[in-house]
C-alpha cells in the first residue's frame, strides 16, 4: 500500500468556518493539523464528520477559512456508488491508458499513445497487484461492475484511491457494506500503510484499533487521543471520572454559597429589624435614622452583592463541570408484547431458494425467542433471504412461512415518511395508540417533549437510526419476530450502545444480518447461520476460522 510519498504530506484547517444554507453553523474557525501517521476520527453521529472530509476533499467549499494540503489526495467517500455499466479499469481510471498501451503493442507509434501512457507503464500489474491486496484477485479488468456485490464495490473504490498513489488517503466509513471477509482485507491495508497521512472515520472498533492516534470531533473543535480505540476508551474513562469529581465538588460548593446567601439575608433581615427597634427606643431624630438606614442598607447591598456574585461563580463552574460529562442516555423500554413461548412456533423455511443471492436450498426452524445471526460473504443473499421471509419478495421455490408478527428494520431505514415528524411516523405504524402513550414511548427512546415533533428529514444518521428502530418496534401489532439488516452501519459507538440496550429489552425472536461481530456479541446471539449456498449451523469461533482460512488463502 506504500507508494513514493512528498516530504510535505500533511493536512492543514485554518479557521475554517462552514454554514448550511438554512443557517445552521457545522464549524465556526476550526483549527486542525494532521500530520503523516493513521488517524481515526471519531464522533457522535451528527457532530459532522463525513462533512469535515468532504470540506478535507475540496467536495464541499468553507465559508471562511482554508484547506491547505501537502501532497496528493484521494478520498474514498461513504457509501460509494458506481455505475453499474462500467468496466473494472474504467472504475479504477486507468481505461485509457490500457488503450495506450494496446495500440502501442499493436504497433501503433503514435505520440497521442505515448503521453497517454506517461511513465505509466506497469499500470496493469499495478492494478491486478492492487485488485488482489484488497482481495479483489479474481476480478478481471474487463469485468462490468453489475457482476460484482456491494461489498466487491467498496473495495473495487477501495482499489481505485490507493491506484492514485496518494500522499494523503481520506476514508469514509469504509466498513460499511463489507463482509467479515472482505473487512479483513481492509485491515490489512489499513496495517500496511507507513507513510503518508491516512484519516478514516469509523465506528469499526477493530479497525480503529489499528491507527495510531483518535482524533474525537465534539462540538466543532478536536481533541487528540494517542493509540487506537482501546486507549481513547481509557482516556475518555479517566477524564469522565475526574469530571464527575469536579462536577460533585462544583455542586457542593453552590449547595454552599446557596446557604451562605441565605444566612446572610436572615442576619441583615434581623439587623434591620433591631436597628428600627433601637431607633425608636432611642426617639433618634429622622435625619440620624434615615443616615443610618442608608448606612446599613449600603452596607448590606455590598454583603449581599458579595455573596450573590459567589453563588454566580460557582453556578458557572458547576455548568461548565457538567458540560465536560458525556451525554449518553440509554434506551430503556419495556415491551411485554413483544415476548415469544419458549416452544411457540415462529419461523419455517422449507426447502426455500431465492431469486436473488446464491441461496439454493434452505431448510430452518425457529422457536421461541432465539436470537440469531445470519452470516455470509458479500452477494451471497443475506438481505435477499431478509426480504423474502417478510414477503417482500416471492422466492423462486420452496416455501417461507411465519407464525407470529414480523418486522423488518432495513439497511435503508425508508420504514420512515421523511415529511413527518418522528410522533407523526410512529402514530402511523400504531394507529390505535394514543398520542399520550406514543409520546411516552418515544421519550423511552430518548425522543423527549419537542425531539418527538422534529421531521425525519432533519434527524442525523444515528437519530435517524433510533427512530426507526422506535417506530419498528412500537408498531401494531408488535412484532415478535424482529429481522435487522446491518443495523450497525453509520452508527458511533453510542448509537450502537443505545441499540443494544433497546434489544435487552426485547422479548420475541431476533433474526440479525450483520457483519459486525462485536455487535453480535453484544447482542445476546444464541445461534449462528452461514449462509453459503444453503444455511449452514455454525458458531462464532468457525466464522473466525474461515476468517483465517480466507486471509491466508491466495489472492483472497
Known amino acids: 500500500m506504500a507508494a513514493p510519498l512528498t516530504p510535505t504530506a500533511s493536512l492543514t484547517c485554518s479557521a475554517l468556518s462552514l454554514r448550511w444554507p438554512d443557517g445552521t453553523t457545522v464549524f465556526d474557525g476550526l483549527n486542525l493539523s494532521i500530520g503523516r501517521g493513521r488517524t481515526g476520527l471519531v464522533g457522535a453521529n451528527g457532530t459532522g464528520k463525513s462533512t469535515l472530509l468532504r470540506l478535507l476533499a475540496g467536495q464541499l467549499h468553507p465559508s471562511r477559512g482554508s484547506v491547505t494540503i501537502g501532497g496528493r489526495l484521494a478520498y474514498l467517500p461513504q457509501d460509494i456508488t458506481l455505475d453499474t455499466t462500467l468496466r473494472?479499469?474504467?472504475?479504477?481510471?486507468?481505461?485509457?491508458?490500457?488503450?495506450?498501451?494496446?495500440?502501442?503493442?499493436?504497433?501503433?507509434?503514435?505520440?497521442?499513445?505515448?503521453?497517454?501512457?506517461?511513465?505509466?507503464?506497469?499500470?496493469?500489474?499495478?492494478?491486478?497487484?492492487?485488485?488482489?491486496?484488497v482481495g479483489l484477485g479474481d476480478v478481471a479488468l474487463d469485468r462490468t461492475v453489475g457482476q460484482m456485490s456491494g461489498g466487491q464495490t467498496v473495495l473495487l473504490g477501495l482499489a481505485a484511491v490507493l491506484l492514485e498513489r496518494p500522499d494523503v488517503l481520506l476514508l469514509d466509513e469504509p466498513t460499511n457494506n463489507l463482509d467479515l471477509f472482505a473487512r479483513r482485507r481492509l485491515y490489512a491495508a489499513v496495517d500496511s500503510w507507513r507513510s503518508g497521512v491516512l484519516v478514516v472515520v469509523s465506528h469499526d472498533q477493530e479497525l480503529l484499533e489499528r491507527v495510531d492516534h483518535i482524533a474525537e470531533l465534539r462540538s466543532g473543535s478536536v481533541t487528540w487521543y494517542g493509540g487506537g480505540w482501546t486507549g481513547y476508551q481509557e482516556a475518555v474513562a479517566a477524564e469522565q471520572e475526574a469530571a464527575a469529581r469536579i462536577l460533585r465538588t462544583?455542586?457542593?460548593?453552590?449547595?454552599?454559597?446557596?446557604?451562605?446567601?441565605?444566612?446572610?439575608?436572615?442576619?441583615?433581615?434581623?439587623?434591620?429589624?433591631?436597628?428600627?427597634?433601637?431607633?425608636?427606643?432611642?426617639?433618634?431624630?429622622?435625619?440620624?435614622?434615615?443616615?443610618?438606614?442608608?448606612?446599613?442598607?449600603?452596607?448590606?447591598?455590598?454583603?449581599?452583592?458579595?455573596?450573590?456574585?459567589?453563588?454566580?461563580?460557582?453556578?458557572?463552574r458547576r455548568d461548565e463541570a457538567a458540560n465536560a460529562i458525556r451525554n449518553d442516555d440509554q434506551i430503556r423500554v419495556s415491551l411485554p408484547h413483544t415476548a415469544v413461548p419458549a416452544g411457540r412456533n415462529v419461523l419455517t423455511l422449507q426447502e426455500l431458494r431465492l431469486r436473488f443471492g446464491h441461496l439454493h436450498e434452505g431448510n430452518l426452524q425457529v422457536r421461541g425467542p432465539e436470537r440469531i445471526a445470519l452470516t455470509g460473504r458479500n452477494g451471497a443473499g443475506k438481505t435477499a433471504l431478509l426480504r423474502t421471509i417478510t414477503g417482500e419478495l416471492a422466492p423462486q421455490s420452496g416455501e417461507a412461512r411465519t407464525f407470529v408478527p414480523v418486522r423488518m428494520l432495513p439497511q435503508r431505514l425508508d420504514v420512515l415518511d421523511d415529511e413527518l415528524s418522528v410522533a407523526a411516523n410512529a402514530a402511523r405504524m400504531a394507529p390505535g395508540g394514543t398520542g399520550n402513550h406514543i409520546r411516552a414511548e418515544l421519550a423511552r427512546f430518548l425522543f423527549k417533549g419537542a425531539e418527538a415533533e422534529r421531521l425525519a428529514a432533519t434527524l442525523s444518521g444515528g437519530e435517524r437510526f433510533?427512530?426507526?428502530?422506535?417506530?419498528?418496534?412500537?408498531?401494531?401489532?408488535?412484532?415478535?419476530?424482529?429481522?435487522?439488516?446491518?443495523?450497525?452501519?453509520?452508527?458511533?459507538?453510542?448509537?450502537?450502545?443505545?441499540?443494544?440496550?433497546?434489544?435487552?429489552?426485547?422479548?420475541?425472536?431476533?433474526?440479525?444480518?450483520?457483519?459486525?461481530?462485536?455487535?453480535?456479541?453484544?447482542?445476546?446471539?444464541?445461534?449462528?447461520?452461514?449462509?453459503?449456498?444453503?444455511?449452514?449451523?455454525?458458531?462464532?469461533?468457525?466464522?473466525?476460522?474461515?476468517?483465517?482460512?480466507?486471509?491466508?488463502?491466495?489472492?483472497?
Do not use: C
Not at 257 to 276: G, M
Not at 283 to 301: C, D, F, H, L, T
Not at 473 to 478: E, R, T
Open 88 to 133: 473494472v479499469d474504467q472504475a479504477l481510471g486507468i481505461a485509457r491508458r490500457r488503450t495506450a498501451l494496446r495500440a502501442i503493442e499493436a504497433g501503433d507509434a503514435s505520440e497521442q499513445h505515448f503521453g497517454t501512457v506517461g511513465d505509466d507503464w506497469d499500470v496493469e500489474e499495478r492494478a491486478l497487484a492492487t485488485l488482489g491486496s
Open 250 to 316: 462544583a455542586e457542593a460548593d453552590v449547595r454552599r454559597q446557596q446557604r451562605e446567601l441565605e444566612e446572610t439575608q436572615i442576619k441583615l433581615a434581623r439587623r434591620v429589624r433591631h436597628s428600627k427597634k433601637l431607633d425608636a427606643e432611642r426617639r433618634a431624630p429622622k435625619i440620624v435614622a434615615g443616615e443610618r438606614k442608608r448606612s446599613a442598607q449600603e452596607s448590606a447591598g455590598k454583603l449581599r452583592g458579595v455573596h450573590e456574585e459567589r453563588l454566580s461563580e460557582a453556578k458557572e
Open 466 to 556: 433510533r427512530a426507526a428502530l422506535a417506530v419498528t418496534m412500537l408498531a401494531a401489532p408488535p412484532p415478535q419476530l424482529l429481522m435487522l439488516d446491518e443495523p450497525t452501519n453509520n452508527l458511533d459507538l453510542a448509537s450502537v450502545r443505545q441499540l443494544t440496550s433497546a434489544l435487552a429489552s426485547y422479548q420475541g425472536a431476533l433474526l440479525i444480518a450483520s457483519h459486525d461481530q462485536p455487535f453480535l456479541e453484544s447482542a445476546g446471539i444464541t445461534r449462528w447461520l452461514l449462509l453459503a449456498g444453503e444455511l449452514r449451523e455454525t458458531t462464532s469461533e468457525e466464522v473466525q476460522d474461515l476468517l483465517a482460512a480466507s486471509e491466508a488463502a491466495p489472492g483472497g
